[in-house]
């Protein structure tokens, strides 16, 4: 396998936190903390995998003392046929994050020595050579087309067969919360990715602009509403419009309450006790749901000097109602800012500056819409599709046509580093 280059100088901090299951028991682990210019699907995986294993290890042993007493062995596998890791294959990967820093070339080693230990001992042979192909690469982010219908992510672009299979592997998922509100909407297969809501968009502003010359971009929503069109069928291809546009602008921090309400209580997509990855933003973390109370790990780099800090509650779609939490999800005692990191006046500061960047975000995409439209409505341009990349926690990335997609965030308008 030929060798790919990465960042030699890319190192990520870590952190030693200490925290409780929802049955009470006691963990501590380190984690990877995110800094400016991580890339924050590999360290959402790691923290997500070391923590999920963490409890994986506890059903093992407690299915293990349930069977026993039956007299019936309890053979470690998957429905798959892949081998089940377990919490004590991670021990390499652990032993490396006891740094203080860690190289995003050892966790890739680290990675791929997992990757072959599973496909050496399983039943089932996995074609690991795609993976380790693009793993190197995910340090400038991965291509996501969120279902608005469907709250686990399984399109990443060109790099679909190769991600699905990192995750089978290792048994996780990523989930979202950019979920329709609306029953109708989300059986519409119009409708059905982010990518096609925005195509459906576009192909609206530039029919009645090149049918009706109606430029429904500087047109209000009064005058929208009051509009006139012969055509039945383009009246409601309006109202659909109208419909989206109206969603979208209502939900500019990609989360909505039917979302967050599927994650609180459908246990078929985020059981309780349970871990995955979550991707909210264009930004990857590590989710946790306790009794259908949800918590996002508090791996900022800024909280590296806030032992007590660890779980930040998603209770709300706006954020700002949200409180930080220690590993047994209680209220820090927070003493001065110079031991314990950030204060509350820091914190609630963050929140309100992220969610006028959340609505700053969401103007620059609906001038993107206005550029990619009138670039459609010129014969000599050409429209080329938009891909969604999820942005490194600071870092823009960059998609296949920079003239007429959506703006990526930059380090200015991208989530708030404490």
Known sequence: MATVQTDKNMRFKTKTINWSDSY????????????????????????????????????????VALKSKKGVATPLSTKSGVKKLKNSDLTPLKEILLREE????????????LML?????????????????????????????????NP??????????????????????????????????????????????????????????SKYDINLQTSDSEQLS????????????LIKYLKLKEFLDENKTQLTKTGLNILQTNDLILSNDSFLIF????????????????????????????????????????????????????????????????????????????SQEDEDYAKKLQKSYQQKAAAAATPTSTNKKRKHKSKEKGVATTSTNTDTTPPTKTKSDSCVIM
């Open 24 to 63: 009470g028991n006691f963990h501590m682990n380190n984690i990877l903390l995110q800094n400016r210019n991580g890339p924050c699907f590999i360290i959402s995986f790691i923290n997500t995998l070391i923590l999920a294993k963490e409890l994986d290890e506890l059903d093992e042993w407690s299915t």
């Open 102 to 113: 860690v190289s995003f070339d050892s966790i890739l080693n680290e990675l791929t020595s």
């Open 117 to 149: 230990l599973l496909n050496t001992d399983g039943s089932e042979i996995v074609d690991i050579a795609e993976i380790l192909n693009i793993l190197p690469y995910l340090d400038s982010g991965l291509n996501v087309n969120l279902k608005l219908s």
């Open 152 to 209: 686990i992510i399984e399109d990443f672009e060109e790099q679909t067969d190769s991600i699905n299979s990192l995750l089978k592997l290792f048994e996780l998922k990523i989930t979202h919360g950019f979920v329709f509100d609306d029953a109708q909407m989300v059986e519409d297969p119009e409708l059905d990715s982010f990518d096609k809501c925005q195509d459906y968009l576009i192909s609206i502003i530039d029919l009645f602009q």
């Open 226 to 237: 009051t509009l006139s069109v012969d055509d039945e069928s383009d009246q409601k291809r």
């Open 279 to 354: 991707f909210r933003n264009d930004h990857f973390n590590t989710i946790y749901k306790v009794n259908g109370q949800l918590y996002l790990l508090a791996n900022d780099e800024g909280y590296r000097n806030n032992d007590e800090i660890v779980w930040e509650e998603l209770k709300s779609i706006g954020g700002l109602k949200d409180e930080l939490l220690t590993g047994s999800f209680k209220t820090p005692q927070l003493k001065n800012e110079e031991v314990m990191g950030p204060s509350s006046a820091d914190v609630m500061l963050a929140k309100q500056l992220q």
